[in-house]
């Protein structure tokens, strides 16, 4: 069973901090890594994109990549509270040629004023 | 916004009723997907499309049935609705970058 794992929280920072969010996947097939953000009753908003080891920084947001361990973080400096949201990690394999995106459940953060 | 619409946008509607929700794209993307989100069970996918007429099952497709006749539209089918099918739907387009939602729907069986 292909998985992604999240700490579900709530994770609560105040505001100006860096929140920290984390996901391990299973598959080690998995090829690209996904931060998807998620307010209440909207739909899922692409953030961040990750297929490289290492970091990807793109303003507030650094995700990093470490496929030995199966790990993906996002980063979110300067928290404000309107990233307060529930953030989704995904991993993507492309095996098939349709791409089969895998996500974990969420961390629900919430940055106080 | 990758020009995906979703209609309708809330439903409810009766165990044993057959359902169809649509899914509109404006900007000629291959890719296809539906999704369904629960609590608890995060977004699961229930079928895809990787051009016309091509479509394939996901995770969760019993009692689920897809079509597209055409590119931008991809239609999402419950024959005999029931109550697990309660739920919010999610249709998703792939590009170079990754997926992108469209606003779903809620659909609620009684």
């Known amino acids: 069973q292909k998985e992604v794992e999240q700490n579900s929280g709530p994770l609560s920072v105040p505001e100006g901090a860096i929140a920290s969010l984390n996901c391990t996947y299973s598959d080690r097939g998995s090829q690209s890594f996904f931060w998807y953000r998620q307010y209440s009753g909207k739909s899922p908003e692409l953030i961040m994109f990750?297929?490289?080891?290492g970091d990807k920084e793109d303003g507030r947001f650094t995700a990093q990549l470490n496929k030995a361990s199966q790990y993906v973080s996002l980063l979110i400096r300067d928290s404000q509270p309107s990233d307060s949201a529930t953030y989704l990690c995904a991993a993507a394999n492309y095996g098939g040629s349709q791409g089969n995106l895998i996500f974990g459940k969420g961390t629900k953060l919430s940055v106080k004023p | 916004d990758a020009g995906i619409t979703q209609s309708p946008r809330h439903k409810v509607t009766e165990t044993g009723t057959p359902v169809t929700l649509r899914c509109h794209q404006t900007?000629?993307?291959?890719?296809m997907y539906w999704y369904r989100q629960d609590p608890g069970h995060g977004l699961r996918l229930i079928h895809y499309s990787y051009g016309v007429k091509d479509t394939d099952k996901g995770e969760v497709s019993d009692g689920y049935s897809v079509s597209r006749s055409k590119t931008e539209d991809f239609l999402l089918t419950l024959e005999s609705a029931t109550s697990s099918q309660t739920s919010v739907y999610f249709c998703?387009?792939?590009?170079?970058?990754?997926?992108?939602f469209g606003p779903g729907t809620r659909l609620t069986v009684t």
């Open positions: 998703a387009i792939r590009d170079d970058r990754g997926w992108y």
């Open positions: 900007e000629n993307h291959r890719y």
């Open positions: 990750i297929y490289s080891n």
